[in-house]
């Protein structure tokens, strides 16, 4: 009796085998697979880092054409409002000044008169 027990032990063993085998196949065609979509999407996104690299240096250079021109629009259009200039056109991409309001009085002679105090309660 033992050398049948034994014998169906090798042939479980052998089973055992052959299917781990068949799984371990299995399981490197999966992962060529996935390793062959993975390089097909890393060469895709080679395409399109490329391509859109293109269109910065296209918008980069659309953006050096039109700027200027937008520039001396803008100033012809306030022109044409009946706005008087008070600060000349930037140059090189500078920006316009802004003009700052104070809420201090700007007469001295204003400066000490009293400011009406309103109550914490009264508002």
Known sequence: MESTSCEKNNVVDALTAVEMLAALEQ??????????????????????????????????????????????????????????EQYALPTGGARLKRLAISAEPVDVGLQHTPAKKVPKNDV
């Open 27 to 84: 399981y490197r065609a999966e992962l060529s697979e996935k390793d062959r979509v993975i390089a097909d999407l890393r060469s895709r996104l080679e395409i399109l880092e490329g391509v859109n690299h293109e269109l910065q240096l296209q918008l980069g250079r659309f953006h050096d054409v039109l700027k200027p021109l937008t520039v001396q629009l803008t100033h012809n259009l306030q022109l044409s409002a009946g706005r008087h």
